[in-house]
């Protein structure tokens, strides 16, 4: 939910009715029974009044975008935003069709051709004409699923392998997906066409704002639960030789734009322990050059090699990460769609280079023991059920954002409302994560074993 709604006019019918029969009370001078048929007539007022005061705030939250619903969230975002709610949208594979040998002629696999699954569940075309080579025999096709939402998603390579039009393609042999089925979407939610209008404020500007990007890649369906859209830093590290220079210095030197010296470590070629600026070396960067020069004396006179790292800005570059709400990555499919979005030229800066990358996946495993207080009323049935429930939802508040970070405190937190005594968790460990804040790739928690155990019961 976005938010409990706003009250604007008072709808306690209880305030209320104390204060008509206060009112009347006062103006005629006689107090009011129970069963006074006055009173009962106020009773019947105030049933009115409240009701309308209930529609005079239901009507006053659906004029506002963070608390409206259905058609009047459409209004709302049509005419504050320019925003439309997304239609249900196909699922999208990669279909590879085969024909029995290469033939002299190339052979087209024309737009809207028809295949299935073997148990004929759903029924896929493909998006436009696409032509075997000659020489050649087999091709593949972008394919979308005729039913829209998101019962096309989840299709595993080769299991979409049965060609309806078979009038369609000449010498036909085969046809498979290739890729995974991806990409259907069910109407927009409330949550998820409101967050798009916040994020499209962003959408305006072509100077590269993450928040543009952002909204430009949610935008490509609405199974996406998160998106990053950050400028890479690279750390750098190399094996540099020390030759001399012009002076009779000895030096070393890397080139390359954007190199952060302040970043800059420089150890003996092998060596564990770095060297201290200024005293072991010194440091000038001017036209991408960095030079690297060793002081007479210091720990690194007399080495024919040194060891660097350095951290390496790459303005101009964009890497967009994508989270799909089941807590996977992106797939080829919906990567692809992401890219040609966040390319097109009212989007991109013609100084940026935009790519769809993957976030780096980090493993983590669950282990636990839970106790049970001995005096508690509750089965133990319902206990374990409310248990799973909580890792559950813990599993799925893990994976719904890059780069969050592992934390066993909410494990417990979810644990403890269950209503058990206590929980011991092994694991996971707490692991601060990267959401590229700092240029490095977003890290993405992924669940390896589940383990829970129940402990029984426990004197409190």
Request: proline share 4%; with cysteine; net charge negative.
């Amino acid at each position: 939910m976005r938010g409990t709604d706003y009250e604007f006019v008072p709808a306690d019918g209880a305030a209320l009715l104390a204060g008509l029969i206060d009112k009347y009370e006062t103006l005629t001078g006689r107090a009011l029974n129970p069963d006074d048929p006055d009173r009962l007539f106020i009773c019947w007022v105030v049933d009115v009044l409240i009701a309308e005061r209930v529609n005079q705030n239901y009507i006053g939250n659906q004029n506002i975008p963070s608390r409206a619903t259905g058609a009047n969230l459409d209004a709302l975002g049509e005419w504050i935003y320019d925003v439309k709610r997304s239609p249900a949208q196909p699922a999208k594979c990669t279909m590879r069709f085969t024909i029995s040998e290469a033939m002299e002629t190339a052979v087209t696999v024309p737009a809207g051709t028809r295949v299935t699954d073997a148990r004929q569940k759903l029924y896929w075309e493909t998006t436009r004409d696409e032509v075997i080579p000659i020489g050649e025999t087999s091709v593949d096709a972008m394919a979308q699923c005729l039913t829209a939402g998101e019962a096309g998603n989840g299709f595993a390579p080769g299991q979409i392998n049965t060609l309806v039009d078979v009038g369609n393609i000449l010498y036909f042999s085969s046809c498979a997906n290739v890729t995974a089925s991806e990409g259907g979407a069910d109407v927009e939610g409330d949550d998820a066409y409101y967050e798009r209008m916040r994020l499209a404020l962003d959408a305006y500007t072509t100077a590269g704002a993450a928040g543009a990007y952002i909204y430009h890649a949610k935008s490509v369906s609405d199974n996406i639960a998160d998106v990053k859209a950050i400028r890479p830093v690279w750390l750098r590290t190399a094996e540099l030789p020390v030759a001399t220079d012009e002076n009779g210095d000895h030096c070393a030197f890397m080139g390359g734009d954007q190199l952060n010296t302040a970043s800059l470590t420089v150890r003996a070629h092998g060596a564990t322990e770095a060297t201290e600026l200024a005293v072991d070396y010194t440091v000038a960067y001017t036209d991408g050059l960095l030079k690297i020069g060793i002081v007479s004396g210091g720990a690194l006179d007399g080495e024919t090699s040194v060891d660097v790292s350095i951290r390496q800005d790459n303005g101009g570059r964009v890497y967009i990460y994508a989270l799909m709400d089941d807590g996977n990555k992106a797939g080829t499919t919906i990567k692809d769609a992401i890219a040609a979005e966040c390319n097109r030229e009212y989007v991109r800066p013609l100084t940026d280079m935009v790519s769809v990358e993957d976030p780096e996946e980090v493993g983590y495993n669950i282990d636990l023991t839970f106790y049970v207080d001995r005096a508690t009323k509750t089965p133990m049935a319902e206990i374990e059920a409310a248990v799973s429930d909580a890792v559950d939802r813990y599993v799925k508040w893990q994976y719904a954002r890059l780069g969050r970070d592992i934390n066993p405190a909410k494990l417990w937190q979810l644990l403890m409302e269950t209503g058990i005594k206590r929980a011991e968790i092994r694991a996971p460990a707490f692991r601060r994560m990267d959401d590229g804040s700092e240029g490095d790739v977003p890290e993405l928690a992924v669940l390896g074993t589940r383990t829970v155990i129940n402990g029984g019961y426990e004197n409190e």
